[in-house]
Nanobody, 121 residues
Framework: QVQLVESGGGLVQAGGSLRLSCTVSGRAFSRYGMGWFRQAPGKQREFVGAISSGGSSTRYTNSVKGRFTISRDNAKNTVYLQMNVLKPEDTAVYYC??????????????WGQGTQVTVSS
């Protein structure tokens, strides 16, 4: 069984930064591509970005390109989402999920519980 636990959400002013973490249980972590998704109130869940199993390939949705960076530390079974120059429209619950490959984004099987990110104007 794979379990994902996010942390690092919070309240930040526009222009600020946050780093989310997602720690994954299970020995197979290094074989999975990992993804980040978000869901704002009243909106559908959307893809934010993904990173390949080895970390060499990433993909981002257009609205976060140049501001968000996904990285991973396979020794710590953890994937990160560094969010810079945050905007009020980035306010959402953020989820990590697996498996999720940058090349082909399909609905992942495993999801974390989500962490709230609120950006004030």
């Amino acid at each position: 069984q794979v379990q994902l636990v996010e942390s690092g959400g919070g309240l930040v002013q526009a222009g600020g930064s946050l780093r989310l973490s997602c720690t994954v249980s299970g020995r197979a972590f290094s074989r999975y591509g990992m993804g980040w998704f978000r869901q704002a109130p009243g909106k559908q869940r959307e893809f934010v970005g993904a990173i390949s199993s080895g970390g060499s390939s990433t993909r981002y949705t257009n609205s976060v390109k140049g501001r968000f960076t996904i990285s991973r530390d396979n020794a710590k079974n953890t994937v990160y989402l560094q969010m810079n120059v945050l905007k009020p429209e980035d306010t959402a619950v953020y989820y990590c999920a697996a498996p999720c490959e940058p090349e082909v984004v399909v609905t992942p099987s495993y999801w974390g519980q989500g962490t709230q990110v609120t950006v004030s104007s």
